[in-house]
């Protein structure tokens, strides 16, 4: 069992920053992969991000690829999200999740067991 807590959603003007946080609790275990998906209201739940959690290795949706980057603390099961130049499209709540990658893709949500509560993040025009 896995649990996650979400942190660092706020509110900020387009083109400023924000750093997320989540803590996982529990154990992990190999082929772990870490994610941060989003959903904004009326829409569905989308891949933000996601890395493999022993080797390090990031993913990212093509509509944050050089605004957003992910890192994790393996000491400390934290995984970060900071999100730069942000865009009123951005606007979600965000939620991390962990999965196993040999289950399926890592864009995909089904490849995750665990989720956690979501942080909102709203980005002002």
């Known amino acids: 069992q896995v649990q996650l807590v979400e942190s660092g959603g706020g509110l900020v003007q387009a083109g400023g920053s924000l750093r997320l946080s989540c803590k996982a609790s529990?154990?992990?275990?190999?082929?772990?992969?870490m994610a941060w998906f989003r959903q904004a209201p009326g829409k569905e739940r989308e891949f933000v991000t996601a890395i493999k959690w022993n080797s390090g290795v990031p993913y990212y949706a093509g509509s944050v690829k050089g605004r957003f980057t992910i890192s994790r603390d393996t000491a400390k099961n934290m995984v970060y999200l900071q999100m730069n130049s942000l865009k009123p499209e951005d606007t979600a709540l965000y939620y991390c999740a962990v999965g196993n990658y040999y289950r399926g893709s890592v864009y995909r949500d089904e490849t995750y067991d665990y989720w956690g509560q979501g942080t909102q993040v709203t980005v002002s025009s």
């Open positions: 529990g154990r992990t275990f190999s082929n772990m992969v």
